[in-house]
């Protein structure tokens, strides 16, 4: 069955350092993955999306993600964390010819000054 | 792109009434879905809404309890029926981009608690 792992629930990383949100799918074929960010209260923003080409993807806020079909991986990263990015970061794929988005469990991530 | 806005952004019911959740879009888009967020977790697909056809519901979710209109290619309502306090939950709208890549534009919520 198709399906979108984020191993980690919960993050917490000091601010100006580095992080890595992890993403694992399991598609038949390489889907269409997208990295959704969502702040309290707020609805999802994408940040980025990757469906073809290069496989390290940049999107917006300073984030990039790196597709490995060898790991089924679309790992997310920023090289330096900043307190306003304190959220919750969702992975979510679909496989083409079939729109239907799946949704990781969401992985909540916690800045410390 | 697209903004896409939900009415109303949050609201307090009564178990056993009803709540109707509207999600519009400024300009015309072929595929819209309604999305659930139970507290703490992730979103989950209810149904997708086409214009000029019966929306289409994921496993778990029916037609009683969800009934959705899509009366034109801008608007949709997600109905909660009979609502407890299982309903208890962020509803969010999306549709999906004209690009070839199904990116998905998501509504700001509605956030629902039922007492």
């Known amino acids: 069955a198709q399906s979108v792992t984020q191993p980690d629930i919960h993050i917490t990383v000091s601010e100006g350092a580095s992080l890595e949100l992890r993403c694992n799918y399991s598609?038949?074929?390489?889907?269409?993955l997208f990295w959704y960010v969502q702040s309290p209260g707020q609805g999802l923003q994408l940040l980025l999306k990757y469906f073809s080409g290069d496989t390290l993807v940049q999107g917006i806020k300073g984030f990039e993600a790196e597709f490995k079909r060898s790991q089924s991986s679309f790992n997310l990263r920023k090289p330096s964390v900043h307190w306003s990015d304190a959220a919750e970061y969702f992975c979510?794929?679909?496989?083409?010819?079939?729109?239907?988005?799946?949704f990781g469990a969401g992985t909540r991530l916690a800045v410390h000054p | 792109s697209a903004v896409i806005s939900q009415k109303p952004s949050r609201d307090i019911c009564q178990r056993g009434t009803s709540l109707t959740i509207q999600c519009q879009v400024d300009?015309?888009?072929?595929?819209m879905f309604w999305y659930r967020q139970q507290p703490g977790q992730s979103l989950t697909l209810i149904a997708t809404?086409?214009?000029?056809?019966?929306?289409?519901?994921e496993s778990g979710f029916v037609i009683d309890k969800f009934p959705i209109s899509r009366p034109n290619l801008t608007f949709s309502t997600l109905t909660v029926s009979n609502l407890s306090p299982e309903d208890s939950s962020i509803y969010l709208c999306s549709f999906e981009g004209t690009g070839d890549d199904y990116e998905q534009y998501f509504g700001p919520g509605t956030r629902l608690t039922v007492t």
């Open positions: 598609y038949g074929a390489t889907p269409y």
């Open positions: 979510a794929g679909v496989s083409g010819g079939y729109n239907k988005l799946i």
């Open positions: 809404a086409n214009q000029g056809s019966e929306a289409t519901y």
């Open positions: 300009s015309q888009v072929t595929m």
